[in-house]
């Protein structure tokens, strides 16, 4: 599938605050944002969601700031009824400090559950920072949570009421 039909094949919002629908449940995962970072120095979010063993992005999502309040959402909705194919979300906050650029990555594999909505709570914390040509704290498959390197594999996220 070329980067033209997996966006075709798969959704991208982005809002402040929940996501909620009258519509029937389709296969989706909702990715809630929270940050215990001041909102004085953000600058943006970059959400990327990949088919895992894909080599381009399916999507990409920049929102500059000032602009939404926090927790930010977005949706993804699978390619059919009974899409389980994995995906990895990798979702950044760049900001500005009085040190220069700093950023905060958060990483995730997740299983689409047919017919089921579920949550991924992402939170960016300050201990998980890293700022330009420093190493990387954490190497994938691992990513920074609480200020330490845990695996990106998400497995028993909560399924939310339709």
Sequence with gaps: MNARGAIAALALGLSSGAMGSCAPVVTQLVVVLRTEVPTGF?????????????????????????GPTWPLSFGVIAAGPDDRRP???VVTLRMQDAVGPVS??????????????????????????ERPLEPPRCVFPMTCRGGLCESIDRDNLPELAP
């Design 42 to 66: 953000h600058r943006s979010v970059e959400a990327t969601v990949l088919r895992e063993g894909a080599v381009e992005p399916i999507v990409v999502r920049f929102v500059p700031f000032p």
């Design 87 to 89: 995906l990895v979300v």
């Design 104 to 129: 905060i990555t958060q990483l995730a594999r997740v299983s689409l559950r047919p017919g089921k909505v579920i949550q991924l709570d992402m939170t960016f914390e300050r201990r998980c920072a």
